[in-house]
Nanobody
Framework: QVQLVESGGGLVQPGGSLRLSCAAS????????MGWYRQAPGKQRELVAT???????NYADSVKGRVTISRDNAKNTMFLQMNTLKPEDTAVYYC???????????????WGQGTLVTVSS
């Protein structure tokens, strides 16, 4: 199984920036795509951004132009650089990884515990 730990959340002013990190660990697995999702109170979890193992990225329209997703495969770490933050960005941000066990073809999903981002004056 892959374990994911998010960090970097906190309180930031509107227009400010934050960089979230996701540290992945696991044995005998190969991580394919990774992504960031977020969930605000009373709302459904939504996609923020995804990144493939080769670096191809995808962004939700709501964050396009303000967010950059990246990963360091050698360090098993993924990042979400968020700029020009808005109050509506307030949510718990979750790290996701899609992976396959080394000697299996079965795709699995791993989720972190989440890190809270609060955008407020």
């Amino acid at each position: 199984q892959v374990q994911l730990v998010e960090s970097g959340g906190g309180l930031v002013q509107p227009g400010g920036s934050l960089r979230l990190s996701c540290a992945a660990s696991g044995s005998s697995v190969t991580i394919n795509a990774m992504g960031w999702y977020r969930q605000a109170p009373g709302k459904q979890r939504e996609l923020v951004a995804t990144i493939s193992s080769g670096g191809s990225t995808n962004y939700a329209d709501s964050v396009k132009g303000r967010v950059t997703i990246s990963r360091d495969n050698a360090k098993n770490t993924m990042f979400l650089q968020m700029n020009t933050l808005k109050p509506e960005d307030t949510a718990v941000y979750y790290c996701n990884a899609r992976y396959i066990a080394d000697w299996s073809s079965r795709l699995r999903d791993a989720w972190g515990q989440g890190t809270l981002v609060t955008v407020s004056s």
